[in-house]
């Protein structure tokens, strides 16, 4: 059984560029969390998806970002116009109807 | 401040010894869980503790909660080199899985061998 897997591992953008970072959950996992990790801080939440649905993007700038989690296939997190303080790594975790939240390996992503 | 704060911020010991972690929060919550993040790698879990449990072990893990203080304390005994990493707890509010969680900045720790 295949964890939670992301990709890209580590993304490199200009400022201005998009980003897109995509995040399978684990086989039967049907919940998707985003959070978001500084250097040397701890994951900030940025959104909760069910398929098809945003159910929390309570921790999620209003502008530049967008999550989405179709019928099909990955979870995607876009980041629009990326800018230097977008620099983070950016962690996927999904979990079944109840339950522990399994983290995939992270994206870092770098804006020059 | 915020939900979910280790202390210490960064801890190092000798191989053999003992570490403890602590966090505090501040809202009510439904589950406390540890995780574990080894430089520049993704979080493991490590352990879940309900707000109705006192003391849970798994292996070489002990961990506490006490409700009435906000807190909790994560023990590993007879550490060893391959326990170096940060460990952050994570407070969830709900029961179900659409419950987000609320890190801590994390304990960097450090075994030496």
């Known amino acids: 059984n295949a964890g939670v897997m992301q990709n890209p591992r580590h993304l490199v953008r200009r400022r201005g560029q998009e980003a897109r970072l995509r995040c399978s959950p684990m086989?039967?996992?049907?919940?998707v969390y985003w959070y978001r990790q500084l250097p040397e801080e701890g994951l900030k939440f940025m959104v909760y998806l069910q398929k098809e649905n945003i159910i929390d993007e309570s921790g999620m700038p209003k502008e530049r970002f967008s999550a989405e989690f179709p019928k099909e296939g990955p979870s995607i997190l876009r980041i629009q116009q990326v800018v230097r303080g977008d620099s983070a790594a950016y962690f996927c975790?999904?979990?079944?109807?109840?339950?522990?939240?399994?983290f995939g390996p992270g994206t870092r992503l770098t804006v020059l | 401040s915020q939900q979910g704060e280790e202390d210490p911020q960064a801890l190092s010991i000798q191989e053999g010894e003992n570490a403890t972690m602590n966090c505090s929060y501040k809202?009510?919550?439904?589950?406390l869980q540890w995780y574990r993040q080894n430089s520049g790698r993704g979080l493991v879990h490590l352990i879940l503790i309900r707000s109705n449990e006192r003391e849970k072990h798994s292996g070489r893990l002990r961990v506490t909660l006490d409700t009435s203080k906000k807190s909790s304390s994560l023990l590993i005994t007879a550490s060893r080199a391959a326990d170096t990493a940060s460990y952050f707890c994570a407070t969830a509010r709900g029961e179900t899985s659409g419950s987000r969680l609320t890190f801590g900045e994390g304990t960097q720790l450090t075994v030496n061998p």
């Open positions: 086989k039967g996992h049907s919940h």
């Open positions: 809202t009510s919550i439904n589950n």
């Open positions: 975790a999904s979990s079944p109807l109840q339950g522990t939240q399994y």
